[in-house]
C-alpha cells in the first residue's frame, strides 16, 4: 500500500511540475505597468482596445476597451474607469483622429463592431475625451466580429472581418449630423478572421487569420492588388493559433513594428513595419515585480501607439486583454505595457538565423 501511495504521490507531482513549465521560458519577458479596472460582465467579456491621444495633454490620453457583453468602457492611462457606454455586444474597437469629410471641421470618430444590431457602432470623441454614440450602420453578412479603421486619400474606411472569412470595406460619409456607409469591396479568405490593421502608409491590410497566420494585403484605393502571408502558424517565429489582436508601432515614413498576439500561446510576435515584415522577436506578458499586477495569458485584442504619453510610456504604450485577472479568474481587463520595455526585451533576444 505504501509503494502503491507513493507511486501516486511521485506521479502527482511530476503533473504539478509539467503543469507549471512556462511555455514561454526560451522568450523575454516584459512587465505591465498599470492595468484597467475590470469590466463587470463576468466571463469571456472584455476583447479589443484603442488608444485616444490627448494632443493638448498627452498625459491624460485614454484607452477604448470593449466588454463583449455589454458595450465600450473608456479608461485613463491609470486604468481607471472615465466612462462606460452601455451599448450591446461590441467586440473589436479602432479610431482614427483629425477626420475630414468634405473639407469640414476636423474631428475624432472610433467604429466598434456591433453584433447586438449586426452592424457597426460609431463614437465621436471630444477635445476633452468624451465619448458619444454617432450612430450605427447596418453590415449584410451575419456577425459581424474583428473590425479596423484607416483614413487616408481614399477617405475614412471601416474594415470588418467575419469567422467565414471575408473582410467587407466599408467607406463612410458625412450627412449632417449622421453618417452613411457603402460596401465597397469584399475579401476572402480561407477561415476564421478576427484582428485586423491598416497602414495608411504603405497602403496596408495586415488580417489575423485565426488558425494559418497573417495576411498583408496591397490595396488600391478599395481594390486588391497583391496579397502575402506575413507569417504562418507553426514557423520559428514562434507565432500560434489563435492569431488574435494585430496593431502597428508606427515611426517615421514606414518605419516602426507590426504586434500579433499568438493566443493560445500566450506570447505576441513583432515584425518590421516595413515588407517584408522581417520578425523582430517574440515575447510575453509576466507579472509586475511587485506582483500587484499578474501576467497576461490567452490576449484576444490589442493595440499600440508610438506617441510619447508622458515620463511613463515615452516611447508609446502596447494596450492588450487579459483574459484571467489575478485568482479571480471570472474577469477580465486590460493591461498597459511601456514600449520601451518591450524594445529593451527584444534587444536582449537572441535570435537564431
Not at 507513493?6 to 498599470?34: E, F, M, R, T
Not at 465621436?124 to 453590415?139: L, M, N
Not at 484576444?300 to 484571467?324: H, K, M, P, R, Y
Not at 514600449?339 to 537564431?352: F, G, P, R, T, Y
Amino acid at each position: 500500500m505504501k509503494s502503491e501511495l507513493g507511486l501516486i504521490l511521485s506521479s502527482l507531482l511530476v503533473v504539478s511540475a509539467c503543469a507549471s513549465v512556462d511555455k514561454n521560458a526560451a522568450y523575454p519577458h516584459v512587465q505591465p505597468v498599470a492595468e484597467t479596472e475590470e469590466v463587470a460582465s463576468t466571463g469571456d467579456a472584455a476583447d479589443d482596445p484603442a488608444i485616444w491621444i490627448n494632443e493638448n495633454s498627452p498625459a491624460d490620453s485614454l484607452v477604448l476597451g470593449t466588454d463583449k457583453q455589454a458595450g465600450l468602457y473608456v479608461y485613463d492611462l491609470s486604468g481607471s474607469v472615465q466612462q462606460f457606454l452601455e451599448f450591446g455586444e461590441l467586440n473589436n474597437v479602432d479610431l482614427r483622429q483629425n477626420v475630414q469629410f468634405g473639407g469640414q471641421e476636423a474631428f475624432d470618430i472610433a467604429a466598434a463592431t456591433n453584433r447586438s444590431i449586426n452592424g457597426v457602432s460609431l463614437f465621436t470623441i471630444d477635445d476633452q475625451g468624451e465619448v458619444s454614440a454617432a450612430g450605427d450602420f447596418p453590415v449584410t453578412t451575419i456577425e459581424p466580429y474583428g473590425l479596423c479603421v484607416g483614413y487616408d486619400e481614399s477617405g475614412y474606411r471601416v474594415f470588418v472581418t467575419y469567422k467565414t472569412g471575408e473582410v467587407e470595406i466599408f467607406e463612410l460619409t458625412r450627412e449632417g449630423d449622421g453618417f452613411s456607409s457603402e460596401l465597397k469591396n469584399t475579401l476572402q479568405f480561407g477561415s476564421q478572421l478576427e484582428g485586423c490593421s491598416y497602414d495608411e502608409t504603405q497602403n496596408m491590410l495586415l488580417v489575423g487569420e485565426e488558425a494559418a497566420g497573417v495576411w498583408r494585403v496591397a490595396l488600391q484605393g478599395n481594390d486588391e492588388v497583391g496579397r502575402q502571408a506575413l507569417d504562418v502558424v507553426g514557423s520559428e517565429t514562434g507565432l500560434m493559433a489563435d492569431v488574435e489582436g494585430i496593431d502597428i508601432w508606427r515611426g517615421p515614413a514606414n518605419t516602426g513594428y507590426v504586434v500579433a498576439s499568438a493566443q493560445e500561446a500566450d506570447r505576441y510576435v513583432v515584425y518590421e513595419r516595413a515588407v517584408p515584415n522581417r520578425w523582430v522577436g517574440t515575447f510575453a506578458i509576466g507579472a509586475s515585480s511587485d506582483e500587484l499586477i499578474d501576467g497576461v495569458s490567452h490576449t484576444d485584442g490589442l493595440t499600440i501607439s508610438s506617441a510619447n504619453l508622458g515620463s511613463t510610456f515615452s516611447e508609446g504604450i502596447l494596450v492588450v486583454q487579459d483574459d484571467s485577472n489575478g485568482k479571480k479568474e471570472r474577469t477580465q481587463n486590460f493591461k498597459f505595457i511601456s514600449w520601451s520595455d518591450v524594445i529593451i526585451a527584444l534587444n536582449n533576444q537572441k535570435i537564431e538565423p
